[in-house]
């Protein structure tokens, strides 16, 4: 008599226990179907009058959110395949008179090196190479992974364009994540060589660098369940005075501090982005992937130049107002087709969440207060000749208003009277998550409410001269300041807000 | 609307981690339990856990929430498309194919869509009609779906340098979601290791179980590599924990190739028990068509009536290269010359340069 067969045994007691359909059966090929993109996600776009020169604006294109900087070992370079663009409308029809491109390539210079940055000292025994000094030359045997960038600027659109290549022949190149302090033992000085003058008033600068945008994400996510403390009462998240007046610390904890991101800064004359004796520019950042024929070979191969995959204007626009349905169509669209969207806008989402759910009495709508985001109007062009334009989600500022000086800035930009924060351009210590409750509140049409979620301020601060943000948080050293941490309050040891 | 849709705007955005994806949309639907959006969302997510764990019952569950989603609004175009993905991985590709090109008439500009055509007509062998179709998809959403899918093409109509390309294009772009990448570094590996290059192959592999750790399938090309190098115990203790993680038949195949290379009989025979247990599971389940499973009794001379009527019954669902490859092996091990020849020209169509096709094709060649 055959053995009993033990894999049957356990098979049908397995088969008894539950059907299994066709769990082992030939199976197609389920490729992927959607992949957020992470290297072209947008986290933020900032457009301001230069603090230290009032001739110059500074544009700042961030991508690819919540970068660990312990996460070795290659940490996050910019992704070569990715076209990074800055474009500026200056005669109001939301089409790009201007823009800025940025192409990155990645070179491992050490293939045998197991990370993409290593050094310590002045070396060891010729396997380490020396602590990293410089991005090129002596003092940049330890990083492998090096990237390079070109940038590009498109005068015109379409068959009219020209295109002038403004890399200087040294090169450029991207500043890496800060690994810490025995591999990059003097990261701002290393950073700051990534700051580069192209002639003719231009600079740049790329790299990773620290997160700029502030905000207590995980509260926000959670149904804007801001914490006490940060309020009056315990359910409407409204700010006291006092902590509504301040600008420089938190009740409550930056879900993204010790975060970086990879940032792009460009600083230009004013005059070279501004046309016809105006002075008010609409600009937005886009990244782009090369289009891709189905074959390789053949007749139908002709490279088809770059696909947009996102796009962004104001902050949170397509995060807050957009409907889920049609998000992605949102993003491959050009800001001058926005009109579609505008029902979005004109009775937002979060309008019926307050309403709802804190009691704050919104306007009713058709929200047409809140069309100053998407149309150039006199409260920021404050020049009556220039025409609205289409709908459009751009970022408008007029150049003609001059810096704040930081003593006098408010992180609620017009809405603090300060008119050279957002919805005028945005800097990057805007509170825009404050502003954005207040204005779908009605803040603009006399319902001031003081909604915030008590994160004022980027928790490691700004710098005041170009790029603005600041360097990139160390991997070794790195800090995430949760709720009940230390980190905020006038005292920096006092805990934040559980 | 309750404060739960602001919630939904943001939970795909943030969890990459499926289980803490799932944790959420569990709640969200708890609070909505009527609202395609939470249901979509839940669904979803069930959908990629059962990418990561080949557990079918969550294709079950996410049916159930489609359903309840679909009932609230027969429009809903994100709960449709999570219908089609379910058809899909019922392998019901003419009805995805008929639904995609009537969808597509109202949503020409959702890529998902255009995907899901490219993806049934490849699999009916209806390779001209998924051209346009994939093209479509790329053209509007450049990104690892489409690129991944570039590449199959490109490899199944003998481009294999094309592929590659577009599967370092597939990998470049990442995404969010780890096994999302994972799956795309096999495939570049599965393409390497076609082509002969084994170092790159095994790469990839291992970028692949650096990301997703339990990833059965990088796991069977490390032991694929291992096998061509004639490394056994390497290749053993690969296959090994691929099927740890899931018994798919053609693990059991390698391994007992491999131990009889070893002299092992009696493992050997272990192997044959459990894909002869496999295949009875299947059966209890009405389940008679399984490609992998009619090659591997093919290969092993065994139950070649049962591998005749596997491979036969799959061309009721697909008429791929890959189908008719299988069947022409199959044939070809059960003395049926004439018919073998004929699949085989059928698989050899598109001048897919797959290794494997070429080894069936000579031996077809000589059948006399």
Redesign the interface.
């Known amino acids: 008599m055959k053995k009993a ?1 033990p ?2 045994a356990m ?1 049908l007691a397995a ?1 008894l226990a ?9 199976s ?13 996600d947008i986290t933020d776009f900032f457009a301001f009058v230069s603090y230290d020169d009032p001739t110059k604006v500074t544009f700042i294109l961030c991508v690819d959110p919540l970068l660990e900087p312990a996460n070795g070992p290659n940490y996050f370079p910019f ?3 990715v076209l990074y663009s800055i474009k500026i409308d200056n005669t109001y029809d939301a089409l790009e008179d201007i823009t800025f491109n940025f192409q990155f390539t990645t070179q491992i210079q050490a293939p045998g090196v197991f990370t993409g940055f290593v050094g310590a000292g002045n070396g060891i025994g010729g396997v380490i190479p020396p602590a990293i000094t410089s991005l090129t030359g002596s003092g940049s045997a330890g990083l492998s992974l090096k990237q390079t960038y070109t940038v590009n600027v498109v005068q015109g659109t379409g068959a009219n364009a020209t295109t002038t290549n403004l890399t200087p022949s040294t090169g450029l190149v991207a500043v890496p994540s800060n690994v810490g302090p025995r591999t990059m033992p003097n990261y701002p000085a290393l950073a700051k060589q990534g700051i580069y003058n192209l002639g003719n008033g231009v600079r740049v600068f790329a790299g990773t660098v620290d997160d700029p945008f502030y905000i207590d994400l995980g509260a ?5 369940n801001f914490r006490p403390g940060a309020y009056q009462t315990g359910t409407v998240p409204i700010l006291s005075p006092e902590d509504d007046a301040n600008n420089s610390y938190n009740t409550a904890a930056d879900t993204l501090s010790g975060f970086n991101v990879n940032c792009i800064a460009i600083e230009v004359p004013i005059a070279m982005v501004t046309a016809n004796g105006k002075s008010t520019i609409g600009a937005w950042g886009v990244t782009s ?9 053949g007749p139908n191969t002709s490279s ?1 130049g770059f ?1 947009q ?1 996102q796009r962004m204007g104001n902050p949170l626009i397509n ?2 107002i957009i409907g ?2 049609d998000k ?2 949102w993003s ?1 669209s050009i800001p001058s087709q926005d009109s579609q969207f505008a029902k979005y806008a004109l009775n937002p ?2 309008a ?2 307050f309403n ?2 804190y009691g704050v009495q919104v306007p009713p709508a058709p929200r047409n207060d809140l069309l100053f985001l998407m149309q150039y109007l006199p409260i920021i062009t404050g020049d009556s000749t220039i025409p609205a334009g289409p709908v459009a989600d751009l970022l408008r500022l007029n150049t003609k208003i001059p810096p704040t000086p930081m003593a006098n800035r408010s992180r609620l930009g017009l809405l603090g009277g300060d008119t050279a924060g957002f919805p005028n351009g945005r800097r990057v210590s805007d509170d825009v998550t404050d502003i954005s409750m207040r204005a779908v509140a009605g803040a603009l049409v006399g319902n001031n409410v003081r909604l915030g979620d008590g994160v004022n301020t980027n928790d490691v601060g700004y710098q005041e001269t170009f790029p603005y943000v600041q360097w990139a948080n160390s991997g070794r050293d790195r800090r995430h300041i949760n709720p009940g941490d230390p980190g905020c309050f006038a005292v920096f040891m006092a805990p934040c807000a559980r | 609307m309750t404060k739960l849709s602001i919630l939904l705007l943001f939970v795909s955005a943030v969890f990459a981690d499926t289980d803490g994806r799932i944790a959420e949309a569990r709640k969200a639907v708890a609070a909505s339990p009527d609202t395609p959006a939470a249901l979509n969302e839940l669904a979803s997510a069930y959908l990629q856990k059962m990418r990561e764990t080949t557990d079918f019952s969550y294709l079950e569950r996410a049916e159930k929430l489609v359903d309840k989603s679909l009932a609230a609004d027969s429009n809903d175009l994100d709960s449709l498309i999570l219908r089609n993905q379910i058809e899909l991985n019922r392998h019901h590709f003419h009805k995805v194919v008929e639904n995609t090109r009537a969808l597509v008439a109202a949503h020409p500009q959702e890529p998902r869509l255009w995907g899901m055509m490219a993806d049934s007509l490849m699999e009916i062998g209806d390779y001209d009609g998924a051209e346009p179709a994939l093209a479509k998809m790329v053209e509007l959403q450049p990104g690892l779906s489409s690129y991944n899918r570039v590449s199959w093409f490109r490899f199944l109509t003998g481009d294999a340098q094309g592929a590659i390309e577009a599967m370092r294009r597939a990998v470049h772009a990442s995404g969010t979601v780890p096994e999302n990448l994972a799956w795309c570094l096999v495939d570049l590996g599965n393409l390497y290791f076609k082509t002969g290059s084994l170092d790159e192959a095994r790469a990839n592999y291992r970028a692949a179980l650096d990301l997703f750790p339990a990833f059965h399938p990088a796991f069977a090309g490390l032991g694929r590599v291992a096998a061509a190098r004639h490394e056994i115990p390497e290749a053993i203790l690969n296959y090994r924990r691929a099927q740890s993680i899931v018994p798919m038949p053609e693990y059991a195949a390698e391994l007992r190739e491999l131990y009889l290379a070893q002299g092992k009989a009696a493992e050997a025979t272990q192997e044959e028990a459990l894909l002869d247990v496999i295949d009875r599971l299947a059966k209890a389940n009405f389940e008679n068509t399984d490609r992998n499973l009619a090659i591997v009794y093919a290969d092993e001379g065994r139950h070649l009536d049962r591998a005749l009527e596997l491979a036969r019954n799959e061309l009721e669902f697909r008429r791929d290269v890959y189908t008719y490859d299988a069947l022409a092996w199959v044939e070809f091990r059960a003395g049926h010359c004439a018919e073998a020849r004929e699949s085989m020209t059928r698989a050899l169509e598109r001048h897919t340069p797959d290794p494997l096709f070429a080894k069936h094709a000579r031996e077809i060649a000589a059948c006399r």
């Open positions: 067969n894999y049957l098979a088969f539950a059907p299994i359909p066709i769990a082992f059966a030939a197609h090929r389920e490729a992927p179907l959607t992949a957020l993109d992470h290297a072209a992704d070569p395949d926000t996510f959670d149904s804007l992937r090369p289009q891709m024929t189905v074959r390789s070979s088809g696909v995959v995060e807050v889920t349905g992605d169509n491959r989402l979060l019926t969440v709802v759910v």
